[in-house]
């Protein structure tokens, strides 16, 4: 009777290594998946900084041309005038709607990254509650004190000698 019980103990405990593993390996793999999004966070919010310079570039070179169409109504030199003419050519859209939706872009593009970096925070805080979730179901108080227990008894630490009686009674001080 008592080597049933023993081998129903043996099988409940590992039914319940089974699940702690299952129930730790999940939040594994929600580690991983978070620092996984956290990187695509990352590289999104790159891809939008990016844009704003290229935009913000495009934005100034079409401000020169605004300037030199502007400047074209005014009296110049020659020289000065041709080379306007040329800058206001080469502008194949209309400057003043190409300026609009580039600043539509740009605020747009502001926009999502402050959106990315919202959601960048936010999912470092998921990441952060899992790796404490992690930790929780990884800590178990016996194995901790086993470690603490072989290092108590590990010799190679110097133990403090006895001192012993030099009167020859036996006996430590």
């Given at each position: ?80 005038r041709g080379r306007q003419k ?87 001080k």
């Amino acid at each position: 009777f008592f080597w049933f019980g023993g081998i129903r103990y043996e099988k409940d405990k590992a039914r319940r290594i089974a699940a702690h593993r299952r129930v730790v390996l999940r939040i594994e793999s929600r580690i991983a998946e978070h620092t996984r999004r956290l990187q695509e966070l990352q590289d999104r919010r790159a891809e939008e900084a990016d844009k704003i310079r290229t935009v913000a570039s495009e934005l100034s070179n079409l401000h020169k041309v605004r300037q030199a169409s502007v400047a074209l109504n005014v009296w110049q030199p020659e020289v000065i005038r041709g080379r306007q003419k040329q800058i206001v050519e080469q502008c194949s859209v209309p400057v003043d709607s190409r300026i609009n939706v580039l600043e539509m872009e740009l605020k747009l593009c502001k926009q999502q990254i402050v959106v990315f970096e919202k959601a960048y925070r936010d999912e470092k805080q998921r990441l952060k509650a899992a790796k404490e979730q992690l930790s929780s179901m990884m800590y178990h108080p016996l194995q901790d004190l086993s470690m603490f227990e072989q290092r108590v008894g590990d010799h190679s630490h110097k133990r403090k000698k006895l001192k012993t009686d030099t009167t020859g009674n036996g006996r430590a001080k």
